[in-house]
């Protein structure tokens, strides 16, 4: 049985982390599976939007402790879940998580590495490593301190503290919140329109607002400018412009 369980949906292709005994703990096979079908979506210029989701009752409970524990320094070096996380900076294609229970440690840290996080009211997330004697691995402690400021993901991930999905939005984690029967439509309603968009002007302001993350603001300034002009350069970009002169809706192919 697969431990991540991949779906098109019209535009969108919805991943849904499999092994509900373990209440979806990222073994090796989840961190493998999933890679592979993100990159090959990435590659499918059919596919304009990834959801990645869990259950109703877990997201995620983090890195499979089972795994980590008979692994020494050299068996981490050489774990997918070390090669898994760049593989997963490396796709262009927006990611959304659909977070509907616990999202804690590598799950937590999962649903950071996507775009957008869209979460059920009866979400939770946290980063509980430091009670098992590590810390996140995944992202965790710089995602968190960039996204909440650096006290807040401090009290986070030196407590272990789990916070509510109201928390989470308060804080600014998490896009929306939904009810608790909603949130994987929210989800996949989210990404349908988003698959809607031009695709390279998608994927060229995914980058460019990744790119705030990583450098000064002069310099993700001059990015940007430089990702704009290339969206400029594309026939999608006339015929938006030529459509919106002409009132009528567009049609975007992708070039
Ligand atoms: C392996 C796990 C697991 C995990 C749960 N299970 N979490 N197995 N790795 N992370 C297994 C349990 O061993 C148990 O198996 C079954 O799932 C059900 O778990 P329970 O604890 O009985 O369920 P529940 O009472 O509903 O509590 C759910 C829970 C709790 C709050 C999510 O399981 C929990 O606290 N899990 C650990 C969370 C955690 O510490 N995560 C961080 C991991 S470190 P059996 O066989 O007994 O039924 C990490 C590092 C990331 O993520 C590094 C970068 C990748």
């Given at each position: 049985?697969?431990?991540?369980?991949?779906?098109?949906?019209?535009?969108?292709?919805?991943?849904t982390l499999?092994?509900?005994?373990?209440?979806n703990?990222?073994?090796?096979?989840?961190?493998?599976?999933?890679?592979?079908?993100?990159?090959?979506?990435?590659?499918?210029?059919?596919?304009?939007?990834?959801?990645?989701a869990g259950g109703?009752?877990w997201f995620a409970?983090?890195?499979?402790?089972?795994?980590?524990?008979?692994?020494?320094?050299?068996?981490?070096?050489?774990?997918?879940?070390?090669?898994?996380?760049?593989?997963?900076?490396?796709?262009?294609?927006?990611?959304?998580?659909?977070v509907s229970g616990?999202a804690?440690?590598?799950g937590?840290?999962?649903?950071?590495?996507?775009?957008?996080?869209?979460?059920?009211?009866?979400?939770?997330?946290?980063?509980?490593?430091?009670?098992?004697?590590?810390?996140?691995?995944?992202?965790?402690?710089?995602?968190?301190?960039?996204?909440?400021?650096?006290?807040?993901?401090?009290?986070?991930?030196?407590?272990?503290?789990?916070?509510?999905?109201?928390?989470?939005?308060?804080?600014?984690?998490?896009?929306?919140?939904?009810?608790?029967?909603?949130?994987?439509?929210?989800?996949?309603?989210?990404?349908?329109?988003?698959?809607?968009?031009?695709?390279?002007?998608?994927?060229?302001?995914?980058?460019?607002?990744?790119?705030?993350?990583?450098?000064?603001?002069?310099?993700?300034?001059?990015?940007?400018?430089?990702?704009?002009?290339?969206?400029?350069?594309?026939?999608?970009?006339?015929?938006?412009?030529?459509?919106?002169?002409?009132?009528?809706?567009?049609?975007?192919?992708?070039?």
């Amino acid at each position: 049985m697969s431990t991540v369980l991949t779906e098109i949906r019209g535009p969108v292709g919805l991943a849904t982390l499999n092994r509900p005994d373990a209440r979806n703990a990222l073994s090796p096979e989840v961190f493998k599976e999933l890679a592979t079908a993100l990159e090959a979506w990435d590659g499918d210029p059919e596919v304009r939007c990834i959801v990645i989701a869990g259950g109703d009752e877990w997201f995620a409970a983090g890195a499979d402790i089972r795994d980590m524990a008979s692994r020494g320094f050299q068996d981490m070096l050489d774990s997918p879940s070390t090669g898994f996380w760049p593989r997963m900076a490396a796709v262009r294609t927006p990611l959304i998580a659909a977070v509907s229970g616990y999202a804690l440690g590598g799950g937590c840290e999962l649903a950071l590495a996507c775009d957008m996080i869209v979460a059920s009211e009866r979400a939770e997330f946290g980063q509980p490593e430091i009670l098992l004697g590590i810390i996140p691995g995944g992202g965790g402690t710089q995602r968190l301190a960039r996204l909440l400021g650096k006290q807040r993901a401090m009290e986070l991930v030196l407590t272990g503290r789990r916070i509510t999905a109201l928390e989470a939005e308060a804080m600014g984690l998490v896009n929306r919140v939904t009810k608790a029967r909603d949130w994987l439509k929210e989800s996949l309603d989210l990404a349908e329109v988003i698959a809607r968009r031009p695709p390279l002007a998608v994927r060229l302001a995914k980058q460019a607002v990744l790119a705030a993350d990583e450098t000064t603001l002069a310099g993700g300034l001059s990015q940007e400018r430089r990702l704009f002009e290339l969206a400029m350069a594309t026939e999608d970009r006339v015929e938006g412009m030529q459509a919106f002169i002409e009132k009528r809706k567009p049609e975007f192919r992708g070039r």
